[in-house]
């Protein structure tokens, strides 16, 4: 029988709870024997949306997509650092676009067992949740997902690993 | 993140006095520099009037969200300004703007700033939001409004 989480897609955005994640899907990758590879997505949806309302102008979209990008390499080579405290090596994936079908589309043609995500952020309404992209995650990709929360327990299980 | 942990009511100013757009950044401004010792509040407003340049940030409904990246704060801060006469701020319908939120962040820390933003236009869309923080008495309302829209519970 072949490893039933030999390959976890770890989903970040730099949020504390991702972070959490990487640390739990790190421990998983020790304890099962799994290829771990951490993605992040730079939001060009939610650039292009504010561009929309006019909240950004044009350059300044350029601008925070460069940042965005810079952010993104940043949040991946920390958890590469999380992984080589733990004799894990980790790859890193960066994309561009709409994070829900990036990760989706990633997870579908690495062929992910597990995709590893932080907690899911707060949706102003059921109807509504363009910015949540945890949420709509969650409901695109069609491998089983984990939603990682608890914080302390799990930085307790990274530290023992 | 949430946005109360980046506001705090001494972030709130109810009653602005300012009369027009500069006087608007500048009182704003001033408000985040009282809770800020390390901000620089000239620099501040280099960076949020140059951004203004580049175009206005008075959104429709009366609300504006100028904002800048400058090393001139440590993180991001956030206030937030209700002016009950108004301010033409040069906004899209050409309405006078009521509803302020000022943010600014360092440069090296562009993730946060973009969440806030996309998650305040995201709120000042609902009108009952506009609305209470309008009419709110005390800027601890303001706060307590942010945070059940946060929660999902307005």
């Not at chain 1, 390959?7 to 790190?26: F, K, W």
């Not at chain 2, 949020?48 to 206005?56: K, N």
């Not at chain 2, 962040?105 to 609305?131: N, W, Y």
Request: aromatic fraction near 4%; proline fraction near 3%; hydrophobic fraction near 40%.
């Amino acid at each position: 029988m072949s490893n039933p989480l030999g390959n976890i897609l770890l989903y970040i955005d730099g949020s504390e709870s991702s972070i959490t994640a990487a640390q739990l899907a790190i421990t998983m990758a020790k304890t099962y024997q799994s290829v771990l590879r951490v993605m992040y997505v730079v939001n060009e949806n939610l650039l292009a949306e504010l561009l929309k309302a006019r909240v950004f102008v044009q350059m300044e979209k350029m601008d925070y997509e460069r940042d965005l990008e810079e952010d993104g390499k940043r949040y991946l080579n920390y958890v590469v650092k999380l992984g080589d405290r733990k004799g894990i090596k980790v790859e890193t994936v960066l994309r561009k676009g709409v994070v829900h079908e990036e990760v989706a589309h990633e997870a579908e043609q690495w062929g992910a067992d597990l995709l590893v995500q932080g907690e899911l952020g707060e949706v102003l309404s059921l109807r509504d949740s363009f910015y949540e992209e945890g949420e709509r995650i969650l409901r695109k990709v069609k491998c089983p997902v984990m939603v990682v929360r608890g914080r302390e327990r799990i930085e307790r299980m990274y530290e023992e690993a | 993140m949430k946005l109360t942990d980046a506001i705090g009511p001494e972030n709130v100013k109810l009653d602005m006095e300012a009369t027009d757009k500069r006087e608007a950044i500048e009182e704003l401004i001033e408000l985040m520099a009282e809770s800020c010792e390390r901000c620089d509040a000239d620099t501040i407003l280099e960076a949020v009037l140059a951004r203004e340049r580049d175009g206005s940030t008075g959104l429709e409904k009366g609300v504006a969200i100028p904002h800048a990246k400058c090393d001139a704060v440590a993180r991001l801060r956030i206030v937030v300004g209700v002016s009950h006469d108004g301010v033409d701020f040069e906004s899209l319908d050409g309405k006078p703007s009521h509803l302020f939120f000022l943010l600014v962040a360092p440069t090296g820390e562009s993730g946060p700033h973009v969440q806030a933003i996309a998650k305040i236009v995201k709120m000042i869309k609902l009108d009952r939001f506009r609305e209470r923080l309008i009419k709110a008495k005390r800027p601890e309302d303001v706060i307590e409004t942010i945070e059940r829209v946060e929660n999902g519970e307005a």
